[in-house]
């Protein structure tokens, strides 16, 4: 068994955020127990300790997944720790390339970072809403197993400038502080937050000021910024950006891969004809897709019969109803 002293460093490390003495302890104690004579336990532990270490990235400054945001700050950033990977995504190859890479450059950070060289870090993601620029942010995380930060827009905003920017200094010492993936979802309602409205001076200050923050970040962390307005892409302030990541929604052939992704695992029949679903739900986002498939597949499953075509069909036409008629789309 553990010995007391050993579970308080444990309980100690964890609080702390203390990722290495957390994993240090725990090394401890499976030896202590290899020692006692517990050769299984000790193999169990060690195998458990590997198991949640190689979560994390390779060599490289390591993020602190156990630490969690306290005081101020905690009001103003959603941790989360996702699990879903960039094969989730149906992308453009272009778009999927761009985002490699930058995946890529941050499997190895530390070696870039030793050669004097500067990661690609701050992402501009454009496009109509449900085209995954929210799920993107996820996946980056994910793939890298960092932690998600997304940024409550609704808290940062406040009547007072003033008070914006002290809050936003807070969000980029956490940002220099814990190597994590930082979102700014839909972050051009900084400019456009009713309370605002009548200052618009005071509203671009606050957006300067964001984008002076984003240039002068020298973190490991990578910075996403989100935004459904191509118009922004005007403004030669976004050129501070290292990549401007455009999404679309799905054409024909889009469509079809990622009705069929959302239905893997799923009992379909086989006479569905995927090139009439597709044009039929030309037009629909990502989103639309996915809420389209699930309700055909309930429906099916309710029926207790495989999913038809028939029935996706009749759904991709509710969606593309809803739309038509600017019924209230349910966002993510
Ligand atoms: N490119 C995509 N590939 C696969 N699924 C997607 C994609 N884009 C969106 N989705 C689906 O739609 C949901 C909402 O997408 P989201 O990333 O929030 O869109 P956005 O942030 O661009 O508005 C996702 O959770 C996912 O189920
Ligand atoms: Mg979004």
Not at 158 to 173: Q, V
Not at 242 to 265: F, M, Q, S
Request: glycine fraction near 6%.
């Amino acid at each position: 068994m553990a010995s007391a002293d050993q579970i308080k460093a444990l309980l100690k490390a964890y609080s702390q955020g203390d990722e290495a003495q957390f994993y240090s302890v725990a090394m401890q104690i499976a030896a202590a127990e290899a020692r006692g004579g517990h050769g299984k336990l000790a193999e169990e532990l060690r195998e458990l300790i590997d198991k949640s270490r190689s979560r994390l990235p390779g060599p490289g400054p390591s993020p602190i997944p156990l630490a969690k945001p306290r005081g101020e700050i905690a009001d103003l950033l959603t941790i989360s720790y996702p699990r879903i990977r960039m094969q989730d995504l149906v992308l453009a190859s272009k778009t999927k390339d761009i985002l490699a890479r930058v995946i890529r450059e941050h499997k190895i950070i530390r070696e870039i970072r030793a050669h004097g060289l500067v990661p690609r870090k701050k992402l501009l993601l454009v496009g109509p809403p449900g085209t995954g620029k929210t799920m993107t942010a996820s996946a980056i995380a994910g793939e890298l197993s960092l932690p998600l930060f997304v940024v409550r827009l609704d808290r940062l905003i406040t009547r007072f400038m003033g008070e914006t920017s002290a809050k936003l200094r807070l969000i980029f010492d956490a940002i220099a502080q814990t190597r994590a993936v930082y979102l700014f979802d839909e972050f051009d309602s900084i400019g456009s937050a009713r309370a605002l409205e009548n200052d618009v001076g005071e509203i671009r200050r606050v957006v300067n000021s964001f984008l002076q923050m984003v240039e002068q970040d020298a973190s490991d962390s990578i910075i996403i910024a989100a935004t459904n307005h191509p118009t922004i892409l005007d403004s030669a302030l976004f050129r501070r950006f290292d990549d401007i990541v455009k999404y679309n929604l799905p054409t024909t052939r889009e469509i079809e891969v990622a009705l069929k992704a959302k239905l893997a695992g799923a009992r379909v029949s086989n006479k569905i004809n995927w090139a009439k679903l597709s044009a039929a739900a030309k037009g629909l986002s990502y989103a639309d897709l996915t809420r389209a498939t699930g309700d055909a597949l309930k429906h099916a499953l309710i029926e207790g019969r495989p999913l038809s075509g028939a029935d996706l069909l009749s759904s991709i036409a509710e969606r593309k109803e809803a739309l038509t008629h600017g019924r209230p789309q349910r966002q993510s």
